[in-house]
Every structure is written in C-alpha cells, then in structure tokens.
C-alpha cells in the first residue's frame, strides 16, 4: 500500500527556518516524482515545489524562490521541503504528493499527483 506521512509542521517566527519531511512506505523515490503543495484557509491548494524521480526540481518562482528547496534520501525513502526566511504569507498545511513518472522533469499541478499525504500545519507568526 503506498503511503506518504509528512511531519515536521510547527509555529516559527517569521524569518526563521524549518524542514518538513514526507516519508513515503510501499514505493520506491527512484520511480517517482514527489511535489509539495500547500494550502492556506480560504485558497486553493497550490504547487510549490518538486523533485522528479531522476531528481530534477521546479518550483513556483512567485512565493518561494530562493527560500524553499527540496531533497531527498532515495535510501531512507523520504523527500525534504526546507524553507528558510518565511513569510507569515508561507502559513498553510503542506502536502507531499506522489506519482509514478520517468519524465526528467515534475510538475506543480496537483491533478498531476495520485497519492497524497495527510499534510503538515506550518504557521508563520510572532
């Protein structure tokens, strides 16, 4: 059964750091491209980053540029989103998403995904 559990949500000051981790169960990262999203009360969700299976990254160039990037350990089997100067703005639950793809680039539409963990709450606040 293929899983995805997320953790490393918390409340941060703005300009500060955290890391979410997305640890992914039945599969394996080489045979697929994992994508964060996020969400914030009242929006719709919305791509932020991704890392293909040959491990190419996109990101949105509009909200996280320069301040989030994302890895992964294909021997641990979990991927990173580590978001460094955040904006009270980045506040949202964020989701890692899974889908099996050989393409040598990722995508940031969520239609793209089929598997999809149960999201970690970031709040940015002072």
């Known amino acids: 059964q293929l899983q995805l559990v997320e953790s490393g949500g918390d409340l941060v000051q703005p300009g500060g750091s955290l890391r979410l981790s997305c640890a992914v169960f039945?599969?394996?990262?080489?045979?697929?491209?994992i994508g964060w999203f996020r969400q914030a009360p009242g929006k719709e969700r919305e791509g932020v980053i991704c890392i293909s299976s040959g491990g190419a990254t996109a990101n949105d160039p509009n909200s996280v540029k320069g301040r989030f990037t994302i890895s992964r350990d294909v021997a641990k089997n979990t991927a990173y989103l580590q978001m460094n100067n955040l904006k009270p703005e980045d506040t949202a639950i964020y989701y890692c998403?899974?889908?099996?793809?050989?393409?040598?680039?990722?995508?940031?539409?969520?239609?793209?995904?089929?598997?999809w963990g149960q999201g970690t709450q970031v709040t940015v606040s002072s």
């Open positions: 998403a899974a889908v099996f793809s050989r393409r040598p680039v990722c995508f940031l539409r969520s239609s793209e995904y089929n598997y």
């Open positions: 039945g599969f394996t990262l080489r045979d697929y491209a």
